[in-house]
């Protein structure tokens, strides 16, 4: 079966420091990686998503960036927190089968908290 | 823009009570997903329906797809305090299939 892990669950950075969340997926190969941000009670933002190794399609316009070192890892980052990327981050993957609904299976989420 | 609107914003109820959410737009759909979120979780998909008019059951929940593919709601009988979440509905995005657009979604509180 497949799995998907998030680390950290949580996280309090100050303004200005640097940020790296990493998503992992296990029991599937070639999965389309997603990044989606989400304010308190609110709606998904999706930030990046990677449909392969390498290839990554921004959103939004925002300090924060992403990479896809391998297969099945798919990382947030950013050179300078501001108080505004504070959020809860969710990752997700999905089989991308294409001519169809595709279904995107998201991971625990890490609470980010920038002071 | 895609544009998916739902309502209520946020629901309170006590147990047994039913309720209707819906997820309304003005473009037509090939398809839409409803996932449920807990607190301090990931959304989880409940249902996809594909087809106008489309109703589905998962226990107590019922889906429905619009005739014109344009809106979906979703009934909950006799509510438990077990539904309680946040309901986001969530469509294909038009611009790449890769991608799903959500509502806002709908917080349900469901009081013993």
């Known amino acids: 079966s497949q799995t998907i892990h998030q680390w950290p669950a949580t996280l309090v950075q100050p303004v200005g420091s640097p940020l790296s969340l990493e998503c992992t997926v296990e029991?599937?190969?070639?999965?389309?990686l997603y990044w989606y941000r989400q304010a308190a009670g609110r709606g998904l933002q999706l930030l990046f998503y990677?449909?392969?190794?390498?290839?990554i399609s921004s959103e939004v316009p925002q300090n924060l960036s992403a990479s896809r070192p391998q297969d099945r890892q798919f990382i947030l980052s950013s050179k300078k927190l501001l108080l505004s990327d504070s959020g809860f981050y969710l990752c997700?993957?999905?089989?991308?089968?294409?001519?169809?609904?595709?279904?995107?299976?998201f991971g625990p989420g890490t609470r980010l908290t920038v002071l | 823009t895609q544009l998916l609107e739902q309502s209520p914003q946020f629901l309170s109820i006590q147990e047994g009570e039913n309720l209707t959410v819906y997820c309304n737009s003005s473009?037509?759909?090939?398809?839409l997903q409803w996932y449920r979120q807990e607190p301090g979780e990931g959304p989880v998909l409940l249902v996809t329906?594909?087809?106008?008019?489309e109703v589905k059951k998962l226990k107590r929940l019922t889906f429905q797809f619009g005739d014109a593919r344009k809106d979906s709601s979703l009934h909950i009988t006799a509510a438990q305090p077990g539904d309680t979440g946040l309901y986001l509905c969530?469509?294909?995005?038009?611009?790449?299939?890769?991608?799903?657009?959500f509502g806002s979604g709908t917080r349900l509180l469901v009081r013993p």
């Open positions: 969530a469509v294909p995005s038009m611009d790449s299939s890769y991608k799903l657009i």
């Open positions: 997700a993957w999905s089989r991308g089968v294409g001519g169809g609904p595709d279904t995107q299976y």
């Open positions: 473009s037509v759909f090939s398809s």
């Open positions: 329906v594909v087809t106008g008019g």
């Open positions: 029991g599937t190969s070639n999965p389309n």
């Open positions: 990677s449909v392969g190794i390498g290839q």
